[in-house]
T-cell receptor, first 114, second 111 residues
């Protein structure tokens, strides 16, 4: 079965610093999703990547899916306290777009110090 | 649209009790899923459904039952609650090829 490993597990950065979170899959990725979760709340969709080499940006967050489609990175530029939370990557096996069967990494907890 | 709704938000059960966690979506999504979230383990898939009348097991299905009689509703049943089922439960829905929307979660404690 497919497994997703996120690194680092936790991260503390000073406000204004850049940071990167990685998501590595044990199998080829066919659709990679990034979500953010505030403590005690639900998950907020950030971005979806489907093609090898694809890169998407929203405000100060950029996500990439590598060419071999087994790793994705989430990069935050000039971090702010509002970026704090838990970041989760999710993916599914080939054909999962037809099933909704997504699995998730264990999450990366981000703290941003003012 | 209300999106994905879950009830209750909080629940405390005694070992051996049964209960149903409710989930509903008003986006006409084909696919619905149940996850549990535990510290350090991310989200683990319990059961999922690709449409009314069709369900399948995820990574951690033991101790849970589901049914999907309508497109909108996907309840999760705990037949005999155990302390190991203490967790935060999330329901999600999506349409083909699109992102998955999550409900606000249910915090369940089993004593």
């Amino acid at each position: 079965s497919q497994e997703l490993e996120q690194s680092p597990q936790s991260l503390i950065v000073q406000e204004g610093k850049n940071l990167t979170i990685n998501c590595t899959s044990s199998k080829t990725l066919y659709g990679l999703y990034w979500y953010k979760q505030k403590y005690g709340e639900g998950l907020i969709f950030l971005m979806m990547l489907q093609k090898g080499g694809e890169e998407k940006s929203h405000e100060k967050i950029t996500a990439k899916l590598d060419e071999k489609k087994q790793q994705s990175s989430l990069h935050i530029t000039a971090s702010q306290p509002s970026h704090a939370g838990i970041y989760l990557c999710g993916a599914g096996p080939r054909g999962s777009s037809n099933t909704g069967k997504l699995i998730f990494g264990q999450g990366t907890t981000l703290q941003v110090k003012p | 649209n209300a999106g994905v709704t879950q009830t209750p938000k909080f629940q405390v059960l005694k070992t051996g009790q049964s209960m149903t966690l409710q989930c509903a979506q008003d986006m006409n999504h084909e696919y619905m899923s149940w996850y549990r979230q535990d510290p350090g383990m991310g989200l683990r898939l319990i059961h999922y459904s690709v449409g009314a009348g069709i369900t399948d097991q995820g990574e951690v299905p033991n101790g849970y039952n589901v049914s999907r009689s309508t497109t909108e509703d996907f309840p999760l049943r705990l037949l005999s609650a155990a302390p190991s089922q203490t967790s935060v439960y999330f329901c999600a829905s999506r349409s083909r090829g699109n992102e998955q929307f999550f409900g606000p979660g249910t915090r369940l404690t089993v004593l």
